[in-house]
């Protein structure tokens, strides 16, 4: 059986790496694969996240390019390595690193669809989905949106449940780590914006 995996110091490239290759072939983890795009799962923790970054087109564009460059990932906790390198896409797989209670662990996710809308607003981004060796199950969207008055939104929308005994034992904490990464996740993207490109 696939697990995430959990480490006292911070896992080596090679670690990564070798991890990221025994996720390639895994399915899915949980069943709605794509349900972010509509109603979330019976029996799911769901959360959807706003903040406003700006607004015109300058905005739109410079807060995209931070989404599909990974910025929205907080640097000083967390990190995500690709299976492969070059543009985000439909099938690549991930393994996302967060440093928490003193232990690094790794979490691995595929990508699952993009988002490229321009009704109702204006809509760029991807969800991914979790992989056997994940602490939780569920999905995950990041997506910019532009409204019609003109203002730049980053949103996150995820619906989630505890994968392991030892999650769903610390539900409280696990909860809390994610709503922490909203925050940080959300103050990184409005740096994104402010910094000059």
Same mark, same amino acid.
């Given at each position: ?31 709605? $694969? ?7 799962? *019976? +029996?799911? %923790? @769901?959360?959807?996240?706003?903040? !406003?970054?700006?607004? &015109? ?16 990932f907080p640097k000083a906790w ?36 993009? $988002? ?7 809509? *760029? +981004?991807? %969800? @991914?989905?979790?992989?056997?060796? !994940?602490?939780?199950? &569920? ?57 000059? $490109?």
């Amino acid at each position: 059986m696939q697990v995430p995996l959990w480490s006292f110091s911070k896992p080596t490239e090679s670690t990564v790496r070798n991890f990221l290759n025994r996720q390639r072939t895994e399915e899915f983890a949980y069943r709605a $694969v794509g349900a972010t795009v509509g109603h979330p799962p *019976r +029996g799911y %923790a @769901y959360n959807d996240n706003q903040v !406003h970054l700006g607004e &015109g087109d300058a905005i739109f564009k410079q807060a995209v390019d931070a989404l599909f460059s990974w910025e929205m990932f907080p640097k000083a906790w967390t990190g995500i390595t690709a299976l492969e390198s070059g543009e985000i896409r439909p099938g690549l797989t991930l393994a996302v690193q967060a440093h928490a209670c003193g232990l690094w662990w790794l979490n691995a996710c595929r990508v699952v669809y993009l $988002v490229d809308d321009s009704t109702p607003v204006r809509r *760029r +981004g991807f %969800a @991914y989905g979790t992989l056997p060796a !994940h602490v939780e199950q &569920g999905e995950e969207l990041f997506s910019i949106e532009q409204w019609a008055d003109g203002t730049v939104w980053y949103r996150v929308q995820a619906f989630s449940r505890p994968r392991y005994w030892p999650v769903r034992m610390a539900e409280p904490l696990a909860r809390s780590l994610q709503a922490k990464f909203v925050r940080d996740s959300q103050a990184a993207m409005v740096l994104s914006v402010q910094t000059p $490109v």
